[in-house]
């Protein structure tokens, strides 16, 4: 190698040394400490209290550049009542939440709530929805399911003025639903829209206006309803 190749590859090198250490050094000096976290989003029952209280632990001893916000999004995504979370950077060193609140649209057995997609999430700090939600239950994974029926069997009795307050679904398949807070109606697991269409004849013709003296209707029969009364053992069968 001549002496003047010698040079210039010496120079090229110099220079990537250079790029390179001036490169890192601007890495250094952008990647700064994470002085302020910023929320958006249309929150109605979280605050942003509540939220920056759970977003800190997240950021902290982490850098501006350092920090992945792929992972900063999955680990954001675990907080209660977030549904989605995008994160960005904002110059210099602040980042940006945008949050996507869950959407309870019913109380899922006892402990959980359910979202608009059949998926249960825990309440955590919310207390007051600001209004009543419908009780539903069922077996794990059938959220989807019973919010399904739930929303079947709400259009279905709305010409009768009934509001479904209960409705479950057991482990061996068969449902049952309360209306008004009062008569439970037990369908069973075969036959549902058949003895649904029972139920709603015999309500009109004569359960309606018996609907305070009435503790369940049993429609697992082939013909007709069995019906309990508040006070007497004994059911009487209504064709």
Do not use: C
Request: aromatic letters at 8%; proline letters at 5%; zero cysteines.
């Amino acid at each position: 190698m001549t002496t003047s190749a010698r040079g210039t590859l010496l120079g090229v090198l110099m220079i990537v040394v250079l790029v390179g250490a001036g490169g890192r050094a601007l890495w250094l000096w952008l990647d700064k400490p994470i002085a302020r976290v910023s929320i958006s989003g249309d929150l109605r029952h979280v605050s942003a209290g509540y939220l920056q209280q759970e977003l800190a632990p997240l950021v902290r001893g982490h850098t501006w550049l350092s920090i992945s916000l792929a992972d900063l999004r999955e680990e954001a995504r675990n907080i209660g009542w977030l549904r989605e979370v995008s994160v960005s950077r904002q110059w210099p060193n602040a980042l940006r939440f945008e949050l996507y609140e869950q959407d309870p649209v019913a109380r899922w057995n006892d402990s959980s709530l359910l979202n608009s997609r059949g998926q249960p999430f825990p309440p955590g700090p919310v207390t007051d929805l600001g209004r009543r939600l419908p009780d539903l239950g069922g077996p794990q994974d059938t959220g989807r399911e019973v919010l399904s029926y739930y929303d079947s069997l709400r259009r279905t009795l709305a010409d009768l003025g009934l509001t479904i307050t209960q409705l479950r679904l057991e482990p061996r398949g068969a449902w049952r639903f309360q209306v008004d807070d009062g008569v439970w109606v037990i369908l069973g697991r075969a036959d549902l829209d058949a003895r649904l269409a029972r139920f709603i004849a015999a309500w009109k013709r004569q359960l309606g206006e018996q609907a305070s003296r009435i503790r369940y209707i049993d429609l697992r029969y082939p013909n007709g309803v069995s019906v309990a009364w508040h006070g007497e053992t004994a059911t009487t069968s209504s064709q």
